[in-house]
């Protein structure tokens, strides 16, 4: 088409729309694409002068959109016609074989880097997922309950004149929950919850069995499902239990155990007899990450007299929970309960005030029921079980995502390291033809194999070591917990994170590399590697840290357990007997006492009773109240410093004298504590003298602070156990003999004895897990970041074969070579220590801190642990350098 | 051989094919089926009808002739192949044949 008056031009106006020509290239068949979009042009051009621009560019917009149909828009099968080869894609099967062949060749050659690589990150993913299953396990507490939203605990919390939180309080008494349920709306029941012990006849046995006592409304409230029974009224009758599953096969031998009796005897004292208690309901095994754990539940009964007590406010010792209606504002809730607290209470309030001088505000609040397990400073406590402390947590998914860390540092070094050796490979493929895309899709997915696999290996590990792992930290968890979206989430996450980054280098990088450059320099890549070196000196430092915590917990539970306490507790057996009156104690030492194996018996009151008295005329102290007997000090070689002992030379001692610690001294601020009076003021009359001052002991263990302590003889306290000291070595004697007169003396109590040492071990149960944990943790972080040191010295040392060989034949020494392979990494270790020491000093001071008795961070710490490390490191690397240094050179030079 | 079919429309554009004084391709072949039948047929209707005959061997074509206005890019020229040419020989045939074998005084009876 020629026409002079209107010559194209490419104007906007006077083009064809360029949307559509883009859409019309973009799906038309290539095959097709050439004339058919010529002939658009060349009919827009002709309309253009024919109808103008406006219409000409419709037209070709219609046209083109005539185009769209699937016989444009199919592509053409491709005949191959002469001269014509075919460009097959990244993913034809025939590829993606070579592929695979190619990959398990490269693992096959290199075996040792292969079980490095895999096995290092599955260990290390192995360790994350046990403690993320901890973690979630921990998290996942009291949650099972279907009403959890709503369900709070009542707490309260005391407040001085001038608004400061002096204390708080996770328990209640009788009153609050009834009294709160009846006044504020959106209160929909309440449970008071309260743990007793009580003796239970098993057979032909007499057990002291752990009985928790709830409310009626229990079984609506939370979600315990019962086997059988009516869970609405399965607490409704006052003679009647439920008992676990457990229980059940324990008494009955049988899940069947509705409408049966168990005997049980409720009160204290002699006196009281068993009584019959009818099973109304056998409840499933309570789930082990629930506060609430019963075998055995009876209701609450409360005499009418104690709920109008008002005094009953302010006597606490239970848990009582609330399940507030849908909706309810919490803030409004608190506020109305604090309201019916000040009017209904207003009586005992102004009493306290003036009997014990009682002035703080009691403020009551809501607390969430899942929030208790974890809480610090509003415990699971009195009858819940299994309070925890979060820190745990905390620092247990700090140490697996350490582990993890280094371990996948390990596998991205590992797995860059090793391609560069494979350049060659990448230029060879080029240069036959292959693409960018195709060397991207090819070690991506080499890196996503491989880490699959190790995914597989890890899963296989934790299904392994998981019953293991739950002895030690005392759960039950299963594989299942696992399979969590946001967990799975967090794994596929993880998963395509570490094959993305060890598969980058080589994916992207050497791919990119002009083929003749890696096939013709020799892969001059092997330069300084700052990366991989400072990912070793992350390792290191890791590792080191974590060596530094292990060695330093290990000395301070070694402190706390090895301490002297003050008090003589060998060869000291402890019993209970709840009501030890002054009458029987006097009996059991004499009975006992016909064995020569026991050397003395001191009995004491049950429990730490703690009380106020005022001292210096107004002066308030709280301190540890001890009801003993004379020969107690002595039996546990407990010194009086100053002063005399309780003595039966003295009859009034029991009346008017009381003994103190040096603490209790030095808080009273005596200078002469002899003859100091010490006033029990809210107890008319009761007045004391103190006639000695006994040494500080540690009664409370080593991570309390000694306290002040008053020791009393007052025949109104009741005894509740009994020390008896015996002879070195008579342990199996001495005890039967224990149980027999025990048994015979008083036939209807439970029997059990402790040894106080072992007591006081159990006292750092925590600490001996926190050893544990931390031994854990440093072993394998080691043992990771040596996989991976090992994996680079290989690497370095194969790299610098010829090297070394020309050094060889030159002269140098197998020492020497050594030397050279090995200080490069020695040095990387010695550097991860600059990193480490400060913070692990800076880290142990403040968990030190958590001590009140304590060790001093000693240097020798440090230099184990730097010795230890570097011994570990060049154990790792010289096992590979040697070897190398060995080589005959004939054979790293021979080849090229 | 098998007997040829062909549509009505790929009958025409055969023949506009083979009617053509210079080489064909699409815009020709379109603007002369418009102008010989007096109807408007779309441009995608006649590229389809053409690859579908070169498909089915009545046309063959090649590439060549690019012009500033079709943007550089090639025409693709058609031409009948031997099979296209015996192809419209056939149908004239049959044509012929029945023509022949109508009543000479048949169409003025009915057109009157």
């Known amino acids: 088409m020629t026409n002079g008056t209107n010559p194209p031009h490419p104007n906007r106006r006077t083009a064809a729309p360029q949307w559509a020509d883009r859409l019309l290239t973009w799906c038309c068949a290539p095959h097709l694409l050439e004339d058919v979009q010529g002939d658009l042009h060349e009919v827009f051009q002709k309309r253009l002068t024919q109808v103008g621009p406006a219409k000409a560019r419709r037209e070709f917009v219609v046209a083109v959109l005539y185009h769209l149909t699937p016989f444009f828009v199919r592509r053409k099968k491709t005949v191959l016609r002469p001269g014509q080869y075919p460009s097959p894609s990244s993913l034809n099967p025939d590829m993606l074989r070579n592929y695979i062949t190619i990959a398990l060749r490269t693992l096959a050659h290199n075996k040792a880097y292969s079980v490095i690589n895999i096995v290092g990150l599955s260990i290390g993913l192995a360790a994350a997922m046990l403690i993320i299953l901890y973690t979630k396990d921990e998290v996942s507490y009291d949650r099972f309950h279907a009403n959890v939203p709503r369900l709070y605990r009542i707490t309260s919390r005391e407040l001085s004149s001038a608004g400061k939180v002096e204390n708080r309080q996770g328990n209640t008494g009788l009153l609050q929950g009834p009294k709160f349920a009846a006044s504020v709306p959106e209160i929909q029941s309440f449970v008071r919850y309260k743990e007793d012990r009580h003796d239970m006849k098993l057979g032909t046995d007499i057990v002291s069995q752990t009985v928790f006592v709830a409310d009626t409304s229990f079984f609506s409230v939370f979600t315990f499902p019962l086997l059988s029974g009516n869970p609405r009224t399965a607490l409704q009758q006052p003679h009647s239990v439920v008992i676990s599953e457990e229980m059940a096969m324990k008494q009955f031998g049988t899940i069947d155990a509705l409408g049966k009796t168990i005997s049980f005897k409720l009160a204290f004292g002699n006196g009281e007899a068993f009584e019959p208690y009818t099973v109304m309901g056998v409840a499933q095994q309570t789930p082990l990450n629930s506060s609430i754990r019963f075998d055995v539940l009876m209701p609450m009964v409360v005499t009418a007299q104690e709920m109008t007590n008002p005094e009953n406010w302010f006597n606490i010792f239970e848990n009582t929970f609330v399940l507030l209606t849908p909706g309810a504002n919490l803030q409004a809730v608190e506020a109305k309960m604090n309201q019916i607290y000040r009017a209904d209470a207003a009586s005992a309030i102004k009493m306290m005030a003036e009997k014990f001088s009682f002035k703080s505000k009691v403020e009551y609040a809501l607390q969430p029921f899942t929030a208790m397990h974890l809480s610090q400073d509003l415990r699971a406590d009195n009858g819940l079980v299994g309070g925890s402390n979060p820190l745990f947590s905390y620092i247990l998914t700090g140490i697996a995502l350490f582990i993890l860390l280094i371990a996948c540092i390990n596998f991205v070094n590992l797995t860059v390291a090793r391609s560069l050796k494979r350049a060659k490979e990448i230029g060879v493929r080029k240069v036959v033809g292959s693409g960018q895309l195709q060397l991207t899709v090819q070690f991506l997915g080499e890196s996503f194999l491989l880490c699959f696999g190790a995914f597989v290996l890890a899963l296989v590990l934790v299904q392994l070591v998981l019953p293991t792992f739950n002895l030690l930290a005392n759960k039950s968890l299963a594989l299942a917990y696992l399979f969590d979206a946001r967990l799975v989430l967090g794994y596929v996450a993880l998963f395509l994170l570490t094959g993305l980054l060890a598969g980058f280098y080589p994916a992207l990088v050497l791919s990119r590399y002009n083929p003749v450059q890696t096939l013709y320099n020799r892969v001059s890549l092997s330069g300084k590697n700052y990366l991989q070196q400072s990912l070793v000196v992350v390792q290191f430092a890791l590792a080191s840290f974590l060596v530094i915590a292990t060695l330093t917990i290990y000395s301070q539970f070694n402190y706390l357990t090895t301490k002297n306490l003050g008090y003589d507790d060998k060869d000291v057996v402890s019993i209970e007997k709840s009501g030890l009156t002054r009458r029987e104690a006097k009996l059991l030492r004499d009975e006992l006492l016909k064995n020569p194996n026991i050397v003395g018996v001191a009995p004491k009151n049950g429990g730490q009773w703690g009380t106020v008295a005022k001292v210096n005329g107004g002066t308030e102290i709280n301190f540890t109240y001890e009801t003993i007997d004379p020969t107690y000090l002595p039996l546990l070689k407990i010194p009086v410093r100053q002063g005399r002992n309780f003595s039966p030379d003295f009859p009034a001692d029991s009346t008017q004298s009381v003994l103190v610690n040096e603490r209790f001294v030095k808080q009273a601020g005596w200078k002469n504590p002899i003859g100091q009076p010490v006033d029990f003021w809210y107890n008319k009359g009761e007045k004391y003298t103190v006639v000695g001052v006994v040494k500080d002991h540690h009664f409370n263990g080593l991570s309390q602070e000694i306290g002040p302590q008053l020791f009393t003889t007052k025949p109104g306290n009741q005894y509740g156990k009994a020390f008896i000291k015996i002879r070195p070595n008579t342990a199996s004697a001495s005890l039967q003999h224990i149980e027999r007169t025990f048994k015979r003396l008083f036939p209807i109590n439970p029997y059990a004895f402790s040894f106080v040492d072992e007591d006081n071990l159990k006292r750092y149960e925590a600490e001996a897990k926190w050893k544990q944990i931390m031994l854990f943790g440093a072993i394998l972080t080691i043992f990771i970041s040596c996989i991976g040191l090992f994996g680079l010295a290989t690497l370095s040392a194969e790299r610098r074969t010829k090297e070394i060989g020309i050094r060889k034949v030159l002269g140098a020494s197998v020492t020497s070579i050594i030397q050279l392979l090995s200080s490069d990494f020695l040095k990387l270790v010695v550097l991860s220590f600059v990193v480490a020491f400060p913070a692990a000093w800076y880290a142990m001071r403040q968990w030190l801190q958590n001590y009140p008795y304590r060790i001093d961070i000693s240097v020798w710490t440090f230099v184990i642990a730097a010795l230890l490390a570097l011994l570990i490191a060049f154990a790792t690397v010289s096992f590979q350098s040697i070897r190398t240094a060995l080589t005959n050179p004939i054979r790293s030079l021979r080849s090229e | ?112």
């Not at chain 2, 089926?33 to 209707?45: D, E, L, N, W, Y």
């Not at chain 2, 025409?75 to 049959?94: C, M, N, P, S």
């Not at chain 2, 029945?98 to 009915?110: E, M, R, S, T």
């Open chain 2, 1 to 112: 051989m098998r007997r040829a079919f062909l549509g009505e429309f790929e009958e025409i554009i055969l023949l506009v094919v083979a009617a053509c004084p210079t080489e064909a391709y699409g815009v020709n072949v379109w603007e002369d089926v418009q102008q010989q039948t007096g109807r408007a047929i779309t441009m995608s209707a006649v590229h389809t009808t053409l690859y579908r005959l070169e498909e089915k061997g009545y046309l063959s074509s090649v590439l060549g002739g690019a012009t500033a206005e079709r943007g550089g890019r090639r025409k693709r020229f058609f031409t009948l192949t031997a099979l296209g040419v015996r192809a419209l020989q056939d149908i004239q045939a049959v044509r012929d044949r029945l023509w022949h074998a109508i009543p000479q005084d048949k169409f003025q009876l009915i057109v009157g």
